[in-house]
């Protein structure tokens, strides 16, 4: 059974997109006239997320096992990934809306009218970046050789063990260095989670008071809001650490061969924005009290003794801090794909890939045919 030779490049303006486009521009008239509430564009990005959470857990289905139909289950996994796509960009139109018309009516304040359009511009340039060196980048190949990508050839068992070995747990970087292997599993998981809490944290910090219901996010003592406090902090030193042994690691192979492994700009980069957010953190704590309440921000709390004058020189850096961090956060997301960082993505698709030897020997035969037969009409 064929998988590859559906797959095609979309280019053109067709009616299943046009349709989307267009209600797009209506939700974002609308919210922007103030005809619709917040709990429209967070319910769109709610059924957006569950249909792209289920959309991946059925292609990681497809392409780990044997299990259903493959003509259906492929149907189902590319139905909800473009439906979840398509809501998540009506979501984002009908909450750009609604922002619009709050400030024109003066009920934003100015940082959250600059962090609105700076953040949809950053993730604009990310999928734009990653669309470009992902996927634009690979399509003649994927022409040419899509037709022989299929799951009766595929091998299931290896791409799990690759899934696990190379990509989750970072093995062949472990049985090069137990060290290199710490500082990367520190900066990788430690972003990964925090990406995870960020995205749940969303739906709880704005989508639940907008639906109506109570805003625990205000009440500091919650258990779940204290849960978020700690999981912020844990996983941002989990990348502060990371980082200042990826830095000093770069001090140590100056000049040697092994240099050519270390990203010192993305390290310093995240550094600075995890520093930074730290710092901020324990600012708004020195000026609100190192209290009990605070405790689970623990490292926000360490920060905070580093203001010791009573909260004056906390409550004055408190808004620049924040601008720096916020738009600093941006500029790291519209920086994954100008530099290195991409590897996060490619590299992983690059080892599930290199697993399937059946696949890559179909694919090197045809290469060759191609250059046979080549030859033979020159
Ligand atoms: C499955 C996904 C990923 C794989 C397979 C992967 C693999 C690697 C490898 C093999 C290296 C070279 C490390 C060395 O030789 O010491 C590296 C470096 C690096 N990776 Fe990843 N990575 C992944 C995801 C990520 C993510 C999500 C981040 C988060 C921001 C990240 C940040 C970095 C950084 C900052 C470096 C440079 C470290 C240094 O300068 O010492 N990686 N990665």
Known sequence: MQTGAAIEPRTSLT??????????????GFGAFGFLIEAWGYGLLLIATVALFFGAGLFFIFILTRYFDTQSLKQTFVGLLRLGGWLYVLGVAALSGFFVDETLHGRMELNWILFGPTVLAAVIFLDLGVYRLLIKKNLPTWQRFGHLVSRDLSDPESMRRTLVDDVIMHRSLLSVSRFRWFKHTLIFWGFSLMFGAEILAVFVREAIPAFGMRDIWEELDHPIRRAFDF????????????????????????????????????????????LSGFVLEGARISVAGADAMNLASFVGVVFSYGFSDGGDIASAIYQPLWYVHVFGSCAFIAYVPVKRLIHSCATPMGRLMNSQTDLLAAKKKASIRGLLIGKQTD
């Open 15 to 28: 009616p299943s997109r046009l349709v989307p486009i267009l209600v797009s521009v209506l939700l974002f």
């Open 231 to 274: 999981a912020y902090d844990f996983t941002g030193l989990m990348v502060l650490l990371g980082c200042v042994l990826a830095l000093i690691w770069r001090v140590v192979v100056n000049g040697k061969p092994e240099q050519k492994y270390s990203d010192t700009p993305t390290a310093l980069f995240l550094f600075f924005v995890v």
